[in-house]
């Protein structure tokens, strides 16, 4: 076996242990709003009953790189209330627009319309909860949620009435959202909005109440809704956030307040360049925190240690907190100059879990699942972590992982199999096996073969769903240069179908898996899969993404790091395959 690619193979495994990522999340946005009792508000588009609600919260931020000429061209503030017999949330939202453009084609979508985007966390868990997300227009509604989450999947039309009225230059949005028994006096909600500016001129806004993008997935991106029983003086808190004098210059933008009496009442407020924060709360006890790791300037800071502190507020009065200490590091550092896994044995067992744990708070990484392969055998197998951050189910050995474009070797292997049994041949042109419909305009597909798939040379791009009109096409003539294709395997899937009279699964059954006795290896979606599978995150926020119900040669492999490393100790140890095609399948 070559030296590189065993070593290459080897670290390439490890990177593949680590299968359920996220990106770094943001704090709450530090915008705070207060919804009290408010009499019937008919849904109408006539706001002359939202007298009886006097705060008003104006829309600050500019989220677009393109901004607003002036506060004609585009401003808002809303207003929030609530009924606590019909468990109903009020809101208006007003939007002054002197250029009011509609969409009023088929192709009507987010960006190409004056529109108002509502995003609501119902449940506002600490850890984050899921997400519905309005959209609404004259010519356009959707709703989208977050199907894992127990509040938000239940939302829909149905229990959402909306109104639009066009008066001048002003747009009128009011909102009745039936929230049953999530509105109870000292709870807090996620909300916030984007209102979307389409001018004639083809230029293009938006604006929000409070700060972060990506609303519409992210709870940490919404504003507090705080639910009060009655109209009541607010305690302001101050206090000061101190960082050590070696990481100056790494503040927090953001501190959270917990009630220490209220389920569910807990905010985020905004931190100042110098440690400083106000905030006004209703009265009561409070706990401070920060998040574990924050961004300061996109360089991810970590929070190392910091005390407790709570403080105590009376009504209409303003209390000072104490001092909040924080201890930072800009990056962990525990990996030894000579490494962990170059002599790796037992005793280096607890370092490598201190190590892998520590990143995966840093990364914000849910969970892990981490074999090591030492002189062609399993050493080490440690599984870390949770499958999903709001159930906080452990990952255990049976875990499975989507292994995304792992599953493209797997089948490669199954197509050198096929190749040995002459029931392929990886330079005859597929479209002998099987035409290509969906390219059959350009005759130069004509040329492509299944080493064309295999060594990412169809010329084909990666999806076509990439391309302006979503078509597939030809990037290049195959064979003649590299690009990476997921629409080759595709296209090459079908030739192996056709030319097996099978399904996929049943070849790779019969081709690759009983052969090499693997197990926990799926390709779409099961019953057995189901039970198993880890959620992908995004924004360390679990996603809504389903599991394949068809399999894709491509991407739709899962499995798990233990069992995986049957397949890469085949590979290693060149079983099920002649050495001659191994020599073929591994040269550069």
Request: overall charge neutral.
């Amino acid at each position: 076996m070559n030296t590189d690619f065993s070593q290459t193979i080897k670290i390439f495994f490890l990177l593949l242990c680590c299968l359920s990522f996220t990106t770094s999340s943001s704090a709450h946005n530090g915008s705070i709003a207060f919804a009290y009792p408010v009499d019937q508000i008919k849904i109408d588009g006539d706001i002359s009953d939202w007298a009886q609600v006097k705060n008003k919260y104006p829309f600050v931020t500019e989220l677009s790189d393109m901004k607003a000429e002036n506060a004609e061209d585009c401003s808002a503030y809303f207003k929030v209330g609530y009924q606590p017999s019909s468990q109903c949330l009020y809101i208006l939202v007003e939007v002054i627009d002197d250029d009011y453009f509609r969409d009023t084609t088929k192709k009507v979508a987010w960006n190409t319309q004056d529109a108002l985007e509502l995003d609501l966390d119902i449940r506002h868990l600490p850890m984050g909860s899921g997400i519905v997300n309005y959209l609404y227009s004259s010519d356009y509604k959707n709703i989208s949620k977050s199907l894992w989450d127990t509040e938000a999947k239940k939302m829909n039309w149905d229990n959402t009435e909306v109104a639009m009225k066009r008066l001048g230059n002003k747009i009128i949005y009011e909102w009745k959202i039936s929230l049953a028994g999530q509105l109870t006096p000292g709870k807090s909600l996620g909300l916030d909005f984007q209102v979307f500016d389409k001018d004639n001129n083809g230029s293009f806004t938006y604006i929000s109440w409070g700060k972060e993008g990506y609303k519409f997935r992210n709870p940490n991106s919404l504003g507090d809704v705080i639910i009060m029983k009655a109209p009541e003086p607010m305690s302001i808190i101050t206090g000061m956030v101190h960082v050590d004098s070696e990481n100056k210059g790494t503040m927090p933008n953001r501190i959270q307040l917990t009630s220490t009496a209220v389920k569910n009442l807990w905010v985020k407020t905004t931190v100042d360049s110098n440690g400083w924060y106000s905030v006004s709360l209703p009265n009561g006890i409070y706990q401070l925190s920060i998040p574990e790791a924050y961004k300061v300037e996109n360089k991810k800071i970590y929070s190392t240690s910091a005390k407790p502190v709570t403080v105590k507020s009376n009504k209409g009065v303003k209390t000072e907190a104490p001092v909040f200490n924080v201890s930072n590091k800009q990056e962990p550092d525990l990996l030894p100059a000579e490494g962990l896994l170059q002599n790796f044995d037992k005793n280096k067992a607890k370092q490598l879990d201190a190590f892998i744990e520590t990143y995966q708070k840093y990364y914000q990484v849910p969970g892990v699942s981490l074999a090591l392969i030492k002189d062609g055998k399993v050493v080490y197998h440690q599984t870390y972590g949770v499958k999903n951050i709001i159930t906080q189910a452990k990952v255990e050995e049976s875990t499975m992982f989507e292994a995304a474009s792992v599953t493209k070797p797997v089948f490669a292997f199954a197509v050198q199999r096929l190749m040995e049994k002459g029931m392929i041949d990886l330079d005859k042109p597929l479209y002998e096996y099987l035409p290509n419909p969906d390219i059959e305009y350009d005759p130069r597909y004509k040329k492509m073969t299944a080493r064309h798939v295999l060594t990412h040379r169809t010329g084909f791009p990666n999806w076509r769903y990439m391309n302006p009109d979503g078509k597939l096409d030809l990037k290049f003539e195959p064979g003649t240069k590299y690009n990476y294709s997921g629409e080759g395997f595709e296209y090459l899937k079908k030739v192996v179908e056709k030319i097996t009279g099978k399904k996929v699964e049943q070849v790779l059954q019969e081709e690759v898996i009983n052969p090499l006795g693997l197990y926990h290896f799926y390709f779409s979606k099961n019953d057995t899969l189901e039970k198993l599978v880890s959620t992908g995150h995004y924004d360390n926020i679990p996603s809504n993404d389903g599991l394949p119900t068809e399999p894709g040669m491509a991407y739709s492999l899962y499995t798990e790091a233990v069992a995986f490393t049957r397949f890469m100790l085949a590979l290693l140890n060149q079983e099920g395959l002649s050495k001659t095609t191994f020599d073929n399948m591994l040269k550069v």
